[in-house]
């Protein structure tokens, strides 16, 4: 079971997400999902600047990104995200991507993050605030950028 709710948001696409092949290039999902993660955050009272403050905070060990539908000039994607689990310095967070013209998932991954010690980079415990907050979070309804 998920730790948090998920957040969800829509987005419309940019003429600077389009690659040569007409649709939204792939790298544009990976910032979706660090954009996505950083809102989440942010809403749940963990901005950066609290964690630059405190010396600690995350950093992310890996993504893995599923690529299922093409998204073309113009569309409107839902996105979503939640942190699935949260354990010691790790803690894995999911993202979904869908199509708004008919509903269909586009693209769905997880990144895997770390809790360190800025000064030190090594792993440190994530703080029981930190979890207590995003399992407490209840999501507002939020637009598009």
Partial sequence: MAISKAMEYEHKVTPEEIDGLGHVN???YLDWFMDAATRHSL???WDVEKMLSMGEGWVVRRHEIDYLQSVLPGET???RTWVETAERASSERHYEIFRLSDG???CEGRTMWVWINYKTGRPSRIPEAVIKDFMNWVP??????
Avoid: C, L
């Avoid at 507002?140 to 950028?145: F, I, K, M």
């Fill in 43 to 45: 809403a749940v009272g």
């Fill in 77 to 79: 994607v839902r996105m």
């Fill in 140 to 145: 507002e309804t939020t637009g598009g950028r």
């Fill in 104 to 106: 269909r998932k586009v």
């Fill in 26 to 28: 792939n790298q544009v």
